[in-house]
């Protein structure tokens, strides 16, 4: 739910916020919701809600996207969604795992987050340096 907390906030927060960092991305709540009743159960969320597209059509900064391959409810496809539509000014990274991994991938060797945390690094120095 952050990523869709961080869209609809967005317009109302957009001159403090410099980028936006995301495990997953949504980008269609209805998918979501419809993903959670075929495994019986009922979320809210903004479904077919207007303002929730308005609210991401105005996002312009930066976007690091960390996408799961096998996510099947925050999926590649919307990750890959906000990169067409920001272009070089979103980043995404696909990794081996499902929905709320990435903080679990080369656990063995960095450690929880340590791949993660290289992710977010690699993306700030871009950042900075862009």
Not at 87 to 100: F, I, S
């Amino acid at each position: 739910m952050g990523t869709i907390v961080s869209v609809m906030a967005f317009p109302h927060i957009k001159n403090q916020v410099d980028f936006i960092i995301g495990d997953s991305f949504v980008t269609d709540p209805a998918e979501i919701v419809d993903y959670y009743k075929v495994q019986g159960k009922e979320i809210l969320l903004p479904r077919g809600n207007q303002t929730f597209r308005s609210a991401l059509e105005s996002i312009d900064c930066p976007i690091l996207i960390l996408a799961a391959k096998d996510d099947a409810i925050t999926t590649y496809s919307s990750a890959m969604e906000m990169k067409e539509k920001l272009g070089e000014n979103c980043q995404v990274v696909l990794y081996e795992g499902g929905h709320l991994t990435g903080f679990q991938v080369n656990y063995e060797s960095k450690g929880f987050g340590g791949w993660f945390l290289i992710q977010v690094e690699g993306f700030l120095v871009t950042f900075e340096n862009g």
